[in-house]
Antibody, heavy 118, light 108 residues
Framework: EVQLVQSGAEVKKPGESLKISCKSS????????IGWVRQLPGKGLEWMGK????????RYSPSFQGQVTISADKSISTAYLQWSSLKTSDTAMYYC???????????WGQGTLVTVSS | SYELTQPPSVSVSPGQTARISCSGD??????AYWYQQKPGQAPVLVIY???ERPSGIPERFSGSSSGTTVTLTINGVQAEDEADYYC???????????FGGGTKLTVL
């Protein structure tokens, strides 16, 4: 059974750093892109970027390029999304999702709520 | 960059047919995908490659494509179908993804 399990909710202050995780199981982790999706409170889904764990090839949406870093550790089947300096506007739910070969996102994590507040 | 445009809301009575559209310039060349998201839950893929339905998705969900517009159709809408629906596609290379703004389906 394919599963993506994300790390728990975070509460941070502006300027702090953060790394959230997405652990995959039930399939060959190196062989599927993992994407990250942001959902601001009460708003729609926004694609942030993705990584191919097999060779760490990474693509970012222009809206998020330079704002976040996506990485992966094949040895533990885990993808990461990190910020070096959080802003209050980063408060959102963040989802990871497995990209199928047909470019759909066929399996999703449960989401990680990030709250940034002073 | 490119965009996918959806109507913000659609309302139907139980048993009727709901149609949710999604338009974008790349859709004649790239497949579209549809996701259902209920409050407090992660999105769920309901249609892939314009018209295909994943296993476990009810037959009342179908997709179609015509030119720059794709459409999600839900026949015989049930109360449990009330949710937000998002279309998604890629750029011509498949490297970059985009979601539509989402459509709130209300079952009256």
């Amino acid at each position: 059974e394919v599963q993506l399990v994300q790390s728990g909710a975070e509460v941070k202050k502006p300027g702090e750093s953060l790394k959230i995780s997405c652990k995959s199981s039930g399939y060959s982790f190196p062989s599927h892109w993992i994407g990250w999706v942001r959902q601001l409170p009460g708003k729609g889904l926004e694609w942030m970027g993705k990584i191919y764990p097999g060779n760490s090839d990474t693509r970012y949406s222009p809206s998020f390029q330079g704002q976040v870093t996506i990485s992966a550790d094949k040895s533990i089947s885990t993808a990461y999304l990190q910020w070096s300096s959080l802003k209050t506007s980063d408060t959102a739910m963040y989802y990871c999702a497995r990209q199928h070969a047909d470019y759909s996102f066929d399996y999703w994590g449960q989401g990680t709520l990030v709250t940034v507040s002073s | 960059s490119y965009e996918l445009t959806q109507p913000p809301s659609v309302s139907v009575s139980p048993g009727q047919t709901a149609r949710i559209s999604c338009s974008g310039d790349t859709l004649p060349k790239q497949y579209a995908y549809w996701y259902q998201q209920k409050p407090g839950q992660a999105p769920v893929l309901v249609i892939y490659k314009d018209t295909e339905r994943p296993s476990g998705i009810p037959e009342r969900f179908s997709g179609s494509s015509s030119g720059t517009t794709v459409t999600l159709t839900i026949n015989g809408v049930q109360a449990e179908d009330e949710a937000d629906y998002y279309c998604q596609s890629t750029d011509n290379s498949g490297a970059y993804h985009v979601f539509g703004g989402g459509t709130k389906l209300t079952v009256l």
